[in-house]
């Protein structure tokens, strides 16, 4: 078979671009004053970078076929802990950040001792993690927020510009390449995505379908852990603002399996839908001045990224032999493969299994 030379611009692979250019010339249209302005730009980039950084969390046990719900009381835990150590404990702001990431892979670790190693479904058990998480947190501090460090440092570390954006923007885009480059240049993201594909098939070509599932949870936590440090720096430290970064974190990573290489979680896919939906959302409450846009665009757009990936499958099924205009090669780092679709990540049941 001879690849198509060119690049595929259609609207099967980059439907999004073209709607967030939309959403920006009708916004801009609408409201020109307040839409089309540099703050507004920086602040959108800025706002949701550590949704994105969630998002990426979200990403990579999906790809393996886990889910992780835990990921916005990890966040809330690690706000809390980064800034206790330093303002009730004395310690600097990098053994805080260090130790704040490391309570999160912890928390990822947990996650995948009780899936893998206790066989609990991932939807069930990071669903039970998050509620033990708030617990601990509210007896640790009382209820009660705990103050953030005064330092220079500390607010620099989010609000340090570079040419116009704060530099937490330029912390997601490190963190997604990396987590790119592992997934679709290294053996471990081909193991992850085998092992989400087909679990079954994986674990007969002797992939350890267990051992990948436990390490996408430890990832997971992890980048939830940097996410409230940078959060706490930004924002100061929170009980509950994690919870509010669940649904356009889980919305993005849906909508985005439809996006770049669709019917498989990626991250580019992921971002740009971050930035599709928050450019959406803010355009709207621009237009309307009302706060509950938010949640009902999330919402809406996570039922349709899901019901779309549902459509693409039965289509997919239909044409087995075709890749939805995909230009990769079988059996390469970014062939979709015939299983590893979002419809399948998406049901709880596929994550039970892991051994």
């Known amino acids: ?25 009708v916004f801009g249209m609408w409201t020109p004053s307040l839409f089309l302005t540099q ?4 602040s959108v980039a800025a706002q949701q970078a550590i949704v994105a950084i969630l998002a990426l969390a979200l990403l ?16 809330n835990l690690a706000t809390v802990v ?10 600097g702001m990098w053994p805080s950040i260090i130790a704040a990431v490391a309570v999160g892979a912890l928390v990822g670790a ?49 609000q340090h510009k570079i040419a116009g954006f704060q530099i937490v923007v330029l912390y997601l885009v490190v963190l997604a390449f990396l987590t790119w480059w592992v997934l679709d240049h290294t053996p471990a993201g081909r193991y992850l995505y085998a092992a989400g594909g087909n679990a079954e098939a994986a674990r007969l070509t002797g992939v350890p379908v267990g051992r990948w599932t436990w390490m996408s949870l430890i990832w997971s936590g992890a980048l939830c852990g940097f996410a409230g440090v940078l959060y706490a720096s930004l924002s100061g430290p929170s009980l509950t603002f994690g919870a509010a970064l669940l649904l356009p974190a889980f919305a993005a990573v849906f909508l985005g399996s439809t ?15 971050i930035y599709v939906l928050a450019t959406g959302v803010k355009g709207l409450q621009l237009v309307t001045g009302e706060q509950w846009i938010n949640d009902m665009f999330n919402g809406v757009a996570l039922i349709a990224a899901v019901a779309f990936a549902g459509w693409r499958q039965r289509a997919r099924l239909r044409r087995p032999a075709m890749f939805d205009g995909a230009d990769v090669a079988p059996g390469s780092p970014t062939d979709p493969g015939p299983s590893n679709t979002a419809q399948e990540l998406a049901a709880p049941s596929g994550a039970s299994a892991r051994a």
Not at 5 to 25: C, E, Q, T
Request: net charge neutral; proline share 4%; hydrophobic share 50%.
């Open 1 to 25: 078979m001879t690849a198509r030379k060119g690049i595929n611009l259609g609207l099967d692979r980059f439907s999004g671009l073209y709607i967030w250019a939309l959403f920006i010339v």
């Open 259 to 273: 996006q770049i290489t669709p019917g498989r979680f990626n991250v580019w896919g992921t971002l740009l839908a």
């Open 39 to 42: 703050s507004t730009m920086h």
């Open 110 to 158: 947990l996650n995948g001792f009780i899936v893998v190693g206790l066989k609990v479904d991932s939807f069930i058990a990071t669903l039970g993690t998050a509620t033990v998480i708030t617990a601990v947190q509210t007896i640790v501090t009382g209820g009660l927020q705990p103050l953030p460090p005064a330092t220079e440092a500390w607010n620099n570390l989010t």
């Open 82 to 91: 980064t800034v206790v150590l330093q303002t009730e404990r004395g310690w």
């Open 60 to 75: 990579v046990p999906m790809v393996c076929g886990a889910f992780d719900l835990s990921v916005g009381a990890t966040v």
